[in-house]
């Protein structure tokens, strides 16, 4: 028997490149400050209707946004988001959609109804994802559909979003803002290559979103550790980062849209204000994006 103490952050240690780190909402991200203020916008949030995707709905309507769209697969879950939201932030106004994210008809009238509702949107936060895999699915033996369907949701479903959002704001709106949620893929459990692997695909696709389109703003974001019902058993006792906090950093990109941090990957955990101080060591030396660890 070890005589360490458990430390429910050594995970989170282990992947922080800022002095401080934060597991909840805190001062410099926090959707209620005026300066973070979405008065007047529109954000669209896919994965809506349960854990993450709850707390970022959440924290746009507490910014104070003109119209929320929750997108999900289940009505029932997505529109008890709503009732929350409407019953403690009665100025924000909210649209449930039902769809498929990896289905282009599904993706098209998601922004029909959203046009039809709002207008144009300003932010999309891609939250919605699976997980296809079960522990025993280790590539030899696992089905080649199952292993797919991973890519198939988390790439060209976040794709088809970002085409459709692309082609009505990116002449619309001064500066739109894509924040994908990613995942911690310094991590390689047994079991999950495709799930890291299309996650590992939307970091890159993140950073070609934002050469690509110039008066864009895109990031791609790791969520942390919360605990949701996708959290691996070896993981739960680690899953002490909240919902509330991947929200209200997703806030302070949409509102702040931090030039270095721009077409670049982040975690929730690191602290935004140290990251501005050294915002021009991240950009003269490229960091935060993908690459290879070359010997020289």
Request: aromatic share 8%; net charge negative; hydrophobic share 40%.
């Amino acid at each position: 028997m070890s005589d360490q103490p458990f430390d429910p952050d050594v995970y989170t240690k282990a992947r922080v490149i800022t002095k401080s780190y934060y597991r909840d909402v805190y001062p410099a991200v926090d959707p209620t400050r005026s300066d973070l203020s979405q008065a007047g916008k529109v954000t669209i949030v896919t994965g809506a209707g349960r854990g993450i995707g709850v707390g970022i709905a959440i924290a746009h309507a507490k910014s104070g946004v003109r119209g929320l769209v929750l997108v999900g697969r289940s009505l029932n879950n997505i529109e008890k988001v709503k009732q929350t939201i409407q019953a403690e932030y009665p100025n924000v106004s909210v649209l449930t959609v039902v769809a498929d994210i990896s289905d282009e008809s599904s993706v098209n009238q998601l922004f029909i109804k959203t046009k039809e509702a709002f207008g144009v949107a300003h932010t999309l936060v891609n939250n919605a994802g699976v997980i296809s895999t079960s522990p025993t699915d280790t590539v030899e033996n696992v089905s080649p559909d199952t292993w797919w369907n991973d890519f198939n949701v988390n790439v060209r479903g976040t794709f088809l979003v970002c085409a459709v959002f692309l082609r009505l704001t990116i002449e619309n709106v001064v500066k739109p803002t894509i924040i994908n949620i990613v995942s911690n893929i310094t991590l390689t459990p047994p079991s999950l290559s495709s799930y890291f692997g299309s996650k590992a695909a939307l970091m890159k696709f993140t950073e070609v979103l934002q050469v690509e389109n110039p008066k864009l703003a895109a990031y791609s974001v790791n969520p942390g550790l919360v605990h949701t019902d996708a959290t691996l058993e070896a993981f739960a006792p680690y899953a002490k980062d909240t919902a509330a906090l991947v929200g209200a950093v997703t806030v302070y990109l949409s509102t702040r849209q931090p030039h270095h941090l721009n077409g670049r990957h982040l975690c929730v955990n690191w602290d935004v204000e140290e990251l501005e101080i050294r915002k021009e060591e991240i950009e003269n030396s490229n960091l935060l994006t993908m690459g290879l660890k070359l010997p020289y």
